[in-house]
């Protein structure tokens, strides 16, 4: 595909072939271009930062990922994206998620949050919402190298060195005093310095696809984002531009490979044990067939060291419910600028700075995360599809849901109460026989 925007923009320099006697130097490398590495890159540009940032594909290309919360949209005004975001994606006002038999389903508006200021988000193609996002980066001031390999890393004292790959095979010398690993599932870093983890708490694996003809809710509910509980997981169905809608499977990794026949087969077999879901798509076609991935979920032991940040899911990836992803990463790269300017302007607290930046990154993390291990439970189940007002606990839920997780709003009084709630109707579920309790012991068993 053709890439307009990129191509009016002035020739880089180029980058300095290895073994010539000075290498490329800049402040800061990024390591994928993705919406971590864009938006870290771009911050730290308008901070007046030279950052060379490589990417090893060319934009656009297609991603899953592709529903954002409310919180998303600050940052995106911040960057300056906003009437852009509008121009491409599709307004989204809230989550709908349905009952087991399909009958019904209930509704979080992001309008009934405890502080409703941002009540609605977009769903986007991952394609054009990445390419948005390094355009952006590269009109602020960042050498963006697209189809550029990084090939190794070397870390000291002083500073960085990177040896990389450009797409005529012309390998590289940069040089930069911090590295910021955006690199997403491939992890280079993490992966390196051997920092990678299986998260042992939650195994998932997806099969997604973009489909024609799925039906969309009515009125205001057109562009929300749609879930179905099946016993083995949970689809989420994405209404994005052109008539086009994103469904994706997210299960046990067990039952992809118990399967008999192939990925699609699976998915169109489960599709039409969904209630609800398969009425939905009885006149749908998949665009480009359905494709799959393993067991995504995975955190690293450290997210900063010496000369390093790793943001978004360069560290840690949960899972895609709630669609934290996206969120999570621009919001980690905004703490990481900041970071980063400070330890560059303060090299002896440094160490300071990367604590505090771990330390609100977490944040968010651990707020998601509970709720994200414990999404396929039937208690999990049962609260959702029957939700209560009192005690403001529908608002608390609600404003997890839009990304509000960073101690924005006084919320962990209500998240203690929900999470006692959860408890007695797991308790309440188990006393309810032998059913109950094998799956509510088998999904407990993977994260206690």
Partial sequence: MSDPISANLPAHTPLKAAGTAEPYRCSVLVVGGGPAGSTVSALLAARGIDVLLVEKDRHPRFHIGESLLPRNIPILRRLGLEDRLRSIGVLKRGADFSVPDGSRHIVFNFRDAMRPDEPTAFQVRRSEFDHMLI????????RVYQETRLDD?????????AQVTGPDGTTSVVAADWVVDATGRDSFLSRKLALKRRDPRHASAAVFGHFDGVERRPGDEAGNIS???FDQGWFWVIPLRDGCTSVGMVCYPRYLKDRRGGLEDLFRETVARTPGLAERMRYATARDGVQGTGNFSYRSTQMTGNRFFLV???????????S?????????AEY??????ACLADPRSAARYQRRYERRVKR???????????????????????????????????????GDVYGRTPLWSRLMLFRAIYWFTSLVLWRR?????GRLAEHEARFN
Avoid at 336 to 341: D, G, S
């Fill in 135 to 142: 355009d952006n980066a590269e009109k602020a001031g960042v």
């Fill in 153 to 161: 890393l070397d870390i000291g004292e002083d500073g960085v060195t």
């Fill in 227 to 229: 879930i179905y509980w």
């Fill in 312 to 322: 978004g899911d360069a560290y840690a990836f949960i899972d895609p419910v709630f």
């Fill in 324 to 332: 934290s992803g996206v969120y999570l990463a621009m919001q980690g």
């Fill in 336 to 341: 990481a600028a900041e970071a980063i300017e």
């Fill in 364 to 402: 968010g993390l651990r707020v998601f995360s509970w709720f994200i291990y414990r999404f396929t439970s039937p208690a999990f189940r049962s609260l959702f599809t029957q939700p209560t007002d009192k005690f403001s606990l529908r608002a608390a839920v609600i404003s997890v849901l839009s």
């Fill in 433 to 437: 026989g032998g059913a109950y309790r």
